[in-house]
């Protein structure tokens, strides 16, 4: 069963720095991955998916990595902005991508 | 042009009643599902249908009954609500399975009240 574990819960910076969030899952068998960001009373928004062939996926100041054999992914923020304060959840595509299994998610709070 | 568009946005109703959520999507995905998020934040899924057709109900009451329609259309049926109903639940919609990946789209979520 897979299990997909964020680390830390919640994170609290002040802007400009640099960051990693960190996500791990229990079966390397999967779809692909994808991070997301949610902002309070809100939906998610996609920030970016890695496919399982995949090492990792940049946007813009982001950065995703992807290491199946070890189960890990990391989402890294460069220069990080009050604007970037939010949720942000790792989520694991399994079965063909029909199941997703998502983190418990990081709160960040980046401070101005 | 709202990719998943879910109503109602908030849903406040009496333990016992029956409700509805109706979810659509424009993006042509063949796939959809319904996710419940807690009063924790935790994601976790329900229901995800393939052209219509039901492939994962993950252990859900089958007080919920979840109706597609069309490909387009994923809509959420709850008999009999009770206290711990309340929550937060996000359509989504994809196109896995077709050598090119699709993120998961979402909707804005409708957060159910039930006293």
């Known amino acids: 069963k897979q299990e997909v574990t964020q680390i830390p819960a919640a994170l609290s910076v002040p802007e400009g720095e640099n960051l990693v969030l960190n996500c791990s899952f229990t079966d390397s068998a999967i779809y692909n991955l994808q991070w997301f960001r949610q902002d309070p009373g809100k939906g998610l928004t996609s920030l970016l998916l890695?496919?399982?062939?995949?090492r990792e996926q940049t946007s813009g100041r982001l950065n995703a990595s992807l290491d199946k054999s070890s189960g890990r992914s990391t989402l890294y923020i460069a220069a990080s902005q009050p604007g970037d304060s939010a949720t942000y959840l790792c989520?694991?595509?399994?079965?063909?991508?029909?199941?997703?299994?998502f983190g418990a998610g990081t709160r960040l709070f980046v401070k101005a | 042009d709202t990719a998943v568009s879910q109503t109602p946005k908030y849903l406040v109703t009496q333990m016992g009643n029956d409700k509805s959520i109706k979810c659509e999507q424009n993006?042509?995905?063949?796939?959809m599902y319904w996710y419940k998020q807690d009063s924790k934040k935790f994601l976790k899924i329900m229901f995800s249908y393939n052209n219509k057709e039901l492939i994962i109900n993950e252990t859900v009451p089958n007080r919920f009954s979840p109706k597609s329609p069309d490909k387009a259309h994923l809509n959420l049926h709850i008999n009999s609500l009770e206290l711990g109903d309340s929550a937060v639940y996000f359509c989504?919609?994809?196109?896995?399975?077709?050598?090119?990946?699709?993120?998961?789209?979402f909707g804005n979520g409708t957060r159910l009240t039930v006293t």
């Open positions: 890695i496919q399982s062939s995949q």
């Open positions: 993006l042509g995905h063949d796939t």
């Open positions: 989520a694991v595509h399994n079965t063909g991508g029909f199941k997703t299994i």
């Open positions: 989504a919609s994809s196109q896995p399975g077709t050598g090119v990946n699709s993120p998961l789209h």
